[in-house]
């Protein structure tokens, strides 16, 4: 079973940027999706970005433009860029290798908090 480990995140102002990165422990080339999502307290977890084995990149509306997910596959890491970053991005971010077929079902890693806040 492949696992995955978030690191990179933090406190930040809003406008401000933070690059989370995710290692997962085999190579990601043969990993369907590896994804990104988050949650707030009281909410389900959601889907940022995600891209697809063959490089296929999908993001929330929410992030569109501010957030760039993208991967070193010799490295077996993907990353998240995030730049502007208001205070509703706030959130523990969650990575996900999504070995099989159905969205939001894999190997998670344990999260890393984001925070925006002035």
């Known amino acids: 079973q492949v696992h995955v480990a978030e690191s990179g995140g933090g406190l930040v102002q809003p406008g401000g940027s933070l690059r989370l990165s995710c290692a997962a422990s085999e190579s990601i080339s043969n990993i369907n999706y590896m994804g990104w999502y988050r949650q707030t307290p009281g909410s389900r977890r959601g889907l940022v970005a995600d891209?697809?084995?063959?490089?296929?990149?999908w993001y929330a509306d929410s992030v569109k433009g501010r957030f760039t997910i993208s991967r070193d596959i010799a490295k077996n890491t993907i990353y998240l860029q995030m730049d502007s970053l208001k205070s509703e991005d706030t959130a523990v971010y969650y990575c996900l290798a999504q070995t099989g077929q159905l969205k939001g079902f894999g190997s998670w890693g344990q999260g890393t908090q984001v925070t925006v806040s002035s």
């Open positions: 891209i697809s084995s063959d490089g296929k990149i």
